[in-house]
């Protein structure tokens, strides 16, 4: 018996549409579970067969893990050929359309149940869509994009991130609106005209505007080969079945401790920045040294110093905001939108060596507006505008241990 | 006992001993660090053994008596996983209540020993001998063996430790004794030296999988599609090699205690050129034998093989001792709702083995002593009587209940 050629494979794929939505675990969840529904009905409603999925793996999920659920989209397959070239895997390997909920994930996404930072245009192919919901330009985000060799388009939907909570859904518009968006760029696989047709059926005449609303307001444009960085994620190797210990036993680190950044032993293997929308800037100059930052946070990521300062690793932050909230010292810890930096160096290393310029640098980066995000306020964001920064507090008088 | 045994101080007395007692003293030999308990009959027969065997201060080791069999199996395994030699036991039932931790037990690769005093399952509460309940792991990665005789309980839980332990096997072993008629009845056993049991059976030693602070291991972590058919293949050939190392370590045994354990996997009984044999497990073998010397008076060419070693199954060895018959007849104190010709879980597992044989026998079941049921000579005879009829067997005949009230075809096997 003859088995299956490469294009033979491929022939099987052609007529597939495949969406990708990336979610923030738990927070974005019923959004995203919202979303690939609503596609499948609209192209249901439009005569094609579709299904979707949630990658399986991303369950039991934590609070704002990188996810993905799956929308499959035909309009020449039956619903058995269409769950036969696609129900069977757990990921997909190329999508038409990537959605993003929350900005901050163009940084790379690692989902729990997955290895390493992942590029989120990894499953982008020629002609294929990044649709990304932020209050940025689209400049801001393709230079934290993977450089790809082929064209393919950026659309910005104008928006913040919509986060709710396990037990309760936020009804924003944002599901709307992205599948407005998702007709203005993907024509092929859903209709302006039955989005809405749809959406007046299922929730109701006044959230028809939105939709046309996010048609309206999407703005796309190509993203060349030039564009983006080289994403030095690479895809780990596997051991075979006998090339690794019994017994489900993996090797655990070793327990470590010294005084400094990164003094405490943690897993390579297994980082949690990505989950982070906002990072905690700290004004070292002001700490009091409390330790409270330390002593609470859930991760761990906080390093103690020589000087009594605590250090942040941001490859572990998760941004929970736990430190921000229990430090008594008004703007010491500050929760700043993580698209505004670059890398997670040590903050502790940069303020030690030129304390002004760490702290004109976190000054800015903080800018004048506040926000706590509404899982940390259980009342929706708050924003708050900051009348003067705090004067930076001079060595003077303080005891610094050496 | 030989005259050879004594003077090389193997043994240190004989003594009447019901099976759980014997397999008490097999654990105070064995120096078990940790002995989980939780009452359930015939387990209590242990319990109560060695509370004494320490009360007694002939013993030591951490006796934890848990709120459940659940914890019960959560203690052993977990003390297995920190390098102390664990021991627990129930029976039907309360086995069922710990099937979680029995099932993370030989996933997690642990060789616990583990005693199942087989019970009928309930409902309706029945105390009587089935072997349904240690059945239940056959699927999980668990060694399960059956003892026959409170001698046997003794040696093969021992027998256990070595090739539970062994670094080629490290899975859990379940010694299967029938409740009742081994666990509460007395028979003389030759009880071993402490010394020559340490020549036989080494420490247990987890090596790098033992867990401790200076050795940072994570046990049994989540996995995704990515890893489990990898752990799983880990598990089958660990089972596979679980053959050689259960040969292995009845040489050994028999160097140190002379016993004659001809074939570690199972026992022949007059097979040479017995043309319809009958294969069993457990304390069936008593009258089993019986039977086979009433008919060899007779002239009839009957044999019967004691299965021990159920898991792994020795089919190779089966393959080979039942290619010379043409009858065999499996007796099963058990039974698989709805398996194939709704037969026992042994006869299943047997005519699986037999399929690419080249000289197939007829094989057909007897479904006999369930709850507790007595099986007598005359019931075996019935069977060999009907196995060597079977020939043209009806699909109909393939599986026959023996001595159940209200079919006459089946009622009694006496001929």
Redesign the interface.
Known sequence: MSSLSQADVDALEVGVKRLEVNYRGIFQKSLAKRITKDLVYVAHSEGKTAFSNGRYSDDPQRNGIPCANFAHISDVMSEEELEGVASAAMDIDKANVIVVLDDTMVKGVEPWGHYGNRPINQKAIPGSVLLVVSKRKPEELVRFLEQKTFTYKIAVLPGIASFAGLWYYRDDGTDVRVLGAIAKVAPDIISLDKSKEYVKKTYGANKVEAVQQGYDSVSVREVQPTEGKVWPFAKPILPAWNNFEEGIAVPAIKRGFKMGPKGQNRNPNFKTGTNRTQRPIVRFDICTKCTLCWYECPDECFDPTQDGLYDINYDYCTGCGRCAEVCPVKECIVMVDELNFDNNNSPWESYKKDSQTYTNWAEEKKGKTRMMPSPVTGKGESYQEVAKPVPIATVKGRKEVS | MTLQALEKGVYEREELLSGTDAVAEAIRLADIDVFSAYPIRPYTGVMDKLAKFIADGKFDAEYIIADGEHSQFEIAKHSSSVGARAFAGSSGTGWLYAMEALAATS????PVVALVGNRALDDPGAFGVEHNDAMLVRDLGWLIVWAATAQEALDTTLIAYRVAEDPKV?MPCAVAIDGGYLTHSEHIVRVPTKEAVKRFLPPYDLG??RLH?DN??????Q?????G???R??NW??AKRAIGVIYKAYQEFQDVFHSEYKNPFFDEFMTEDAETILVGMGTVTAAAKSAVRVLRRKGEKVGYIKLRWFRPFPATELKEALSRCKFVGVIDRDFAHGSPDHGGVLFNDLRAALYRSKNKPTVVDFIAGLAGREISIQDVTGMFKMTRESEDVEDADLVRWIRVRGSAKTEGGAD
């Open positions: 996933t997690d690769r642990l490290r790098n999988r602070p940072p291991i994570s046990i049994a972590p996995i995704n599609e990515d890893w058919m990898e752990i293949r880990q050939e660990a």
